[in-house]
């Protein structure tokens, strides 16, 4: 019954590999995100979609590609990955309400490139 | 942008003592202000929110200030117990779009010694 759901939880690749992340959520939210939580434990906003569609994308490599297929799931695809790219990376949905709603995030999958 | 700082970035206390943090943020324009609480290994969950109408709000143990003229809001954690410790993220949202973004504080990590 989890809210925000996403794997792989761990993962551990060699520099110049594509990796991808997967990200579901069965809350009925219309709005996803990804977040990038580096080693000093800063979070910020990678990408944000509504019913399918790129609405926030934070100047972020195009070695990133987000994929939505439907509302519920958000992925992640990640080429070329690069020794910066390790962190732990956040999946997370909401409501779509210009009042601010509850964000929920997932567990988080922590990307360690060697 | 949004600019968002957090301190302390460490708090030590001791159970039963009450634990104070502090937030400022650049925007004017932000309206929504929540908190989230992020455990060893998990992803951060929301503990308390407020909003721009609203100068105060409290959750038993947890309470929150906003002072919108100072561009400043406080998490107050009273009694505090071993379980509260944690890293703590402050964040503002410019909700009007329809869109949320949150941008986070630095974080404070709590820990509460028995």
């Known amino acids: 019954d989890t809210a925000v759901s996403q794997t792989p939880k761990y993962l551990v690749t060699q520099m110049g590999n594509d990796k991808s992340i997967k990200c579901e959520q069965n809350?009925?939210?219309?709005?996803m995100y990804w977040y990038k939580q580096d080693s000093k434990k800063f979070l910020k906003i990678m990408f944000s979609?509504?019913?399918?569609?790129?609405?926030i994308n934070e100047t972020v490599p195009n070695r990133f590609s987000p994929k939505s297929p439907d509302k519920a799931h958000l992925n992640l695809h990640i080429n070329s990955l690069e020794l910066g790219d390790s962190a732990v990376y956040f999946c997370?949905?909401?409501?779509?309400?210009?009042?601010?709603?509850?964000?929920?995030f997932g567990e988080g999958s922590w990307l360690t490139v060697v | 942008g949004e600019n968002v700082e957090q301190h302390p970035s460490t708090l030590s206390v001791q159970e039963g003592d009450s634990a104070v943090i502090k937030c400022t943020y650049s925007?004017?324009?932000?309206?929504?202000f929540p908190w989230y609480k992020q455990e060893l290994g998990k992803g951060p969950q929301l503990i308390i929110d407020?909003?721009?109408?609203?100068g105060e709000k409290k959750d038993q143990r947890i309470a929150v200030t906003l002072n919108k003229t100072a561009k400043h809001f406080s998490l107050h954690i009273t009694e505090t117990q071993p379980e509260d410790s944690a890293v703590y993220f402050c964040?503002?949202?410019?909700?009007?779009?329809?869109?949320?973004?949150?941008?986070f504080g630095t974080g404070t990590r709590l820990l509460v010694s028995p």
């Open positions: 964040a503002a949202s410019i909700g009007n779009t329809g869109f949320q973004k949150l941008v």
């Open positions: 997370a949905s909401s409501l779509t309400d210009s009042s601010g709603n509850t964000i929920y």
């Open positions: 925007d004017s324009a932000s309206n929504y």
């Open positions: 979609y509504n019913n399918k569609e790129l609405i």
């Open positions: 407020i909003r721009s109408n609203v």
């Open positions: 809350l009925g939210h219309d709005t």
